[in-house]
């Protein structure tokens, strides 16, 4: 059975830093691209913004316009992790933080078969 579970969500105010990790079970880790996604509050699933996504080697990564330059995404295949290491961050950036993997690093959540439960990140004014 597939487990993604996503810890290091927090308050924090404007300005401050995050780092949320993921770790995955049940799956061959380096067979899978990893992505983070996040859902504002009132927004359902297919809303789900993308954030980042690193290749399964974690030789490529992408990021979403909005967190470029502020947040990090890498990957750890020998303790089947990711991590999102999130700086200055500011209100927007407020939501519940989703882990995925899927087949290929893709910006669209019908790309990734699996998904954690998600972590709650809120950016104090």
């Known amino acids: 059975q597939v487990q993604i579970v996503e810890s290091g969500g927090g308050l924090v105010q404007a300005g401050g830093s995050l780092r949320l990790s993921c770790a995955a079970s049940g799956l061959v880790f380096n067979d899978y691209a990893m992505a983070w996604f996040r859902q504002a509050q009132g927004k359902v699933h297919e809303e789900r913004e993308f954030?980042?996504?690193?290749?399964?080697?974690?030789?490529?990564?992408y990021y979403a316009k909005a967190v470029k330059g502020r947040f990090t995404i890498t990957r750890d295949n020998a303790k089947n992790t990711v991590t999102l290491q999130m700086n200055n961050l500011q209100p927007g950036d407020t939501g519940i933080y989703f882990c995925a993997a899927g087949p290929t690093p893709r910006a669209m959540s019908e790309g990734y078969d699996y998904w954690g439960q998600g972590t709650q990140v809120t950016v104090s004014s």
């Open positions: 954030v980042a996504t690193i290749h399964k080697t974690g030789g490529e990564v």
